[in-house]
């Protein structure tokens, strides 16, 4: 495995080889277009291909996942076709493991858990809602949570989701009444000063698709508040 920080207008590339890429990415950078028309991670991945290897024409790269604005982390793009299809399949058989750490600003009743809710999303807000039982239009949403830290208030969680669900682990852990630091949809107390939360997708770990070798990609949470608190390994 070929792995690197190799900095390019703000990029932190943290992973590269012939099919996949994989970035550190900053909060409030956005993934993919939206509404907002502003500038993606993948725009600017692929201007870094396009430079880095002097190639003409477009710059195939394929989103395989997303992070929201506001998170932190690993986010991996394909770079070839056959890449993306692959890492689609495993993405939709759950053979793509995830680490997230959370900072969050309340204790949870057990140290260590298994959450399962079904979420209903709201569309028109993009918020969505974790619900204890089944209801119409909701889908089933899983983690696993572990406390690993607690400092001036703020507890370090990791969190391993088992379901992809849109804002799942947001929702998930606001429903426990353990909100992250900084996401006032889901009932933080108070905004982090970039409007980022204190979410972070710390490792990624599955299959090369192509050299079919195990390979996991890790991302440092940033350096500032409230991930300063902790000494992060």
């Known amino acids: 495995m070929k792995r690197q920080t190799y900095q390019f207008p ?13 970035i550190n990415k900053p909060p409030g950078a956005l993934v993919h277009g939206d509404e907002t028309g502003d500038e993606t991670l993948s725009d600017i991945v692929k201007q870094y291909i396009k430079v880095r290897y002097e190639k003409p024409g477009d710059v195939f790269l394929g989103v395989i996942h997303r ?11 394909a770079r070839t076709s056959k890449a993306l299809i692959r890492m689609n399949k495993m993405l939709q058989e759950k053979a793509i ?6 900072i969050v600003s309340k204790r949870p009743e057990e140290l260590s858990g298994k959450l399962t809710h079904y979420i209903y999303k709201d569309e028109s807000k993009n918020i969505v809602k974790a619900y204890s039982s089944r209801k119409s239009g909701t889908k089933e ?12 208030g703020k507890v370090l969680l990791i969190v391993n989701p088992h379901t992809g669900r849109p804002h799942q682990i947001r929702a998930q852990l606001s429903t426990i009444e353990c909100p992250i630091i900084g996401d006032l949809n889901y009932g933080a107390e108070y905004p982090l000063p970039d409007k980022s939360i204190a ?10 698709p192509v050299k079919n070798e195990p390979i996991a990609i890790k991302a440092d949470p940033p350096r500032k508040f409230p991930w300063n608190i902790f000494s992060i390994e």
């Open 10 to 22: 703000g990029l932190s590339v943290i992973y590269e080889d012939n099919h996949l890429i994989a």
């Open 67 to 77: 992070l929201d604005r506001p998170v932190s982390g690993v986010v991996i793009f």
């Open 97 to 102: 493991q995830k680490t997230y750490l959370a």
């Open 141 to 152: 949403a899983v983690l696993d949570y572990n406390l690993i830290a607690e400092l001036d």
């Open 199 to 208: 979410l972070h997708c710390r490792e990624m770990s599955f299959i090369h």
